[in-house]
């Protein structure tokens, strides 16, 4: 029983800091659901990336569909398209029944379309290996971005813009917050169920070896494209929100590849692949000192990102959740034979 | 789109402009995928920051235009700038990752790539730069089709360049190293030759064949902080439809993507350009993906 509690602990800490937090904090809302943004698009990384051994570049593919999909549900709905052409730029109003109706469906539409791609994309490219893997979903999500800033209807290079948010200006901070919120919890205990379950076992068997999972008879191509769909789940909804709150969306925001897309690889690695609580670590401490020491570097911030990556890659590629095993193995689990590294 | 087709139909001569462009343009990819080649055959480092390369190489010959120079004299001395800059840069940080996981290396060209391109945008500002060759056009066919000089420079360049590197590797006693080295790195270290040196020399000379392309980048097109990747992911695409060490297969290579580019260009519109280069780098490795399967299962 008390074992029970002590696990549970650390649950009920993070969830009432969270639950509490936009209330305890009220001017930094948006910074908080940008943390929970942040620690969803480490976990959808670390799915493909680090339990399953296939290292993409593209996930922001999805994030920009949910973006997208989310924002024209909400202009196709309450617009027909040659009044809203016209008001482009114009302030568009919505009662909150058609927001946030409007929204729900546009989600719903964002999550079907992105799985829908990632099941056709997927079972084509998770065919590639290792590094051609990884250098086909780079050209997959800056081609996304080049489309959709071409794309007439969904504003090509001006962008277009998300309806505004029917109410005050931090009741939609804290609307925001909570979705996100709930989002990230769902996403963490979806994530830890499935990793505890044969679905775990089967991608981490390929990350290991993948001929062997399939001689072993496991569906390799199935377990990918599912994988490959559960980030790409998540990454919509995250991306969906993302583009409610931001009010805006154009290529730099729906798909931000040199921001968000190469953050999520550098957090899911800062906190440690291939475990849970990595990207969640990796995430909090990114997002933490980026908000606190990024403003000081004026222009220099994206030099500075550089310079991170090369930096944790070189020197601390095993992540924070990797250290802390190597420095304390027993608290992991695991037995520590202390004769034979004396010996 | 379609009126664009049926352009070329009534105007033939449209199609060769665009093929001859191809060509010419082509040439000057294919030297950005030799030295791609080069690194990931010797090292196994596929090097994110080969854009970034050109893209330094470009402005080495902008500055130096802008100053007075004759641009054609710039192009040795990008080449030799870009050769310091990827000693240092292997030296730096390449060397740590030569023999690590691919991932590893790939992720940390990347954060070089980043850190290149945005150090240009800061420095250098995020304009758009050309370069005046000061050459001449050439016409034919009545004006209808025109030939820049500078593009044929650039086309000679890159084959002379090609031809040199294919006798220094196959000829000079380092070329002939850095060949045993890509073979095998263990046993060449053991016959005596010092990997690092061959692992440094082979980046900077990486470095510096990008530094050439991309000063003739400058001259006949233009250059800005962010158009590293496209050239990275073109010289990848060469690389792969050529197959690795098949310098040859390199030039027809890169004369094909020219081409099929700028007929791209000219149907779909240039706001497509880019979007058609990344989506056939995804369409040729799911090729190259399919017709390796189908090998493996006539094996089974």
């Known amino acids: 029983m008390t074992d029970n509690i002590r696990s549970a602990l650390p649950y009920l800490l993070i969830g009432s800091a969270g639950l509490a937090a936009p209330i305890i904090a009220p001017n930094f809302q948006i910074q908080l659901a940008m943390l929970w943004m942040m620690i969803i698009l480490a976990l959808t990384w670390d799915i493909a990336g680090g339990q399953m051994g296939y290292n993409s570049f593209g996930n922001i593919l999805f994030f920009g569909i949910g973006c997208y999909v989310t924002a024209v549900m909400q202009r196709e709905l309450f617009f027909d398209i040659a009044e809203y052409a016209n008001v482009t730029g114009k302030v568009v109003t919505l009662t909150s029944y058609q927001y946030f109706t409007g929204f729900s469906l546009g989600l719903a539409l964002s999550v079907l379309i992105a799985v829908a791609v990632g099941v056709v994309l997927g079972s084509g490219i998770l065919g590639l290996r290792g590094h051609y893997f990884a250098i086909c979903t780079l050209g997959v999500g800056v081609a996304a971005g080049e489309l959709a800033s071409g794309w007439e209807f969904v504003g090509a290079g001006s962008g277009m813009l998300a309806p505004i948010y029917p109410g005050e200006a931090n009741e939609q901070g804290l609307f925001y917050y909570y979705t996100f919120f709930v989002l990230a919890v769902l996403c963490f205990f979806t994530l830890k169920r499935l990793y505890s379950s044969r679905f775990g076992l089967a991608i981490n068997a390929i990350r290991d070896d993948e001929d062997k999972a399939e001689a072993m008879g496991i569906h390799t191509t199935r377990y990918k494209t599912v994988a490959w769909c559960i980030s790409g789940f998540f990454l919509a909804l995250a991306g969906g929100m993302f583009g409610h709150l931001n009010n805006f969306i154009d290529r730099e925001v729906a798909f931000p590849s040199s921001t968000f897309g190469v953050w999520m690889v550098l957090m899911a690695i800062l906190g440690g692949k291939g475990t849970i609580w990595g990207p969640v670590l990796g995430a909090t401490v990114f997002h933490v000192t980026q908000e606190l020491f990024w403003t000081y570097l004026f222009g220099w911030q994206r030099v500075a990102l550089g310079v991170l990556i090369v930096v944790i890659v070189v020197f601390f590629p095993q992540g924070i959740m990797g250290w802390l095993r190597e420095r304390w193995p027993e608290k992991f689990g695991e037995t520590v034979d202390t004769d034979a590294s004396t010996a | ?300």
Request: glycine residues 10%.
């Open chain 2, 1 to 300: 789109m379609l009126s664009n087709l049926a352009l070329l139909y009534e105007a033939p001569i449209l199609s060769v402009q665009l093929i001859i462009d191809g060509i010419l343009i082509g040439a000057i990819l294919a030297l950005a995928a030799y030295g791609m080649a080069l690194v990931w055959g010797v090292m196994n480092i596929i090097n994110i920051a080969q854009g970034e390369f050109v893209m330094l190489g470009g402005y080495v010959t902008f500055f130096l235009t802008a100053a007075g120079v004759n641009p054609l004299l710039t192009i040795p001395v990008a080449a030799a700038a870009l050769f310091i800059l990827g000693w240092a840069l292997y030296r730096l940080v390449v060397f740590r990752v030569v023999d690590k996981d691919m991932f590893i290396s790939i992720l940390a060209t990347f954060g070089i790539s980043i850190i290149l391109q945005q150090l240009a945008n800061e420095l250098f500002g995020a304009d758009i730069r050309t370069a005046e060759s000061g050459l001449r056009t050439l016409l034919f066919a009545d004006g209808m089709v025109t030939v820049t000089q500078v593009k044929i420079v650039g086309f000679v360049g890159a084959l002379v360049l090609g031809a040199g590197l294919f006798l220094f590797l196959k000829k000079s006693r380092l070329g002939q190293s850095m060949r045993a080295t890509a073979q095998n790195a263990r046993a060449a270290r053991i016959m005596g030759i010092n990997t690092d040196r061959v692992y440094a020399t082979t980046f900077a000379l990486n470095a510096a064949i990008c530094g050439v392309a991309g000063s003739l980048v400058v001259m006949t097109w233009l250059i800005h902080p962010y158009l590293g990747l496209a050239y990275t992911l073109r010289s990848f695409m060469i690389v792969i439809v050529a197959g690795l060490g098949n310098l040859a297969g390199v030039v027809f290579a890169g004369t094909g993507l020219g081409i099929v580019e700028n007929f791209a260009g000219f149907l779909l519109g240039t706001e497509y350009q880019a979007a058609f280069v990344f989506s056939l780098l995804v369409v040729i490795l799911l090729v190259r993906n399919f017709r390796l399967t189908k090998k493996r299962r006539y094996l089974k």
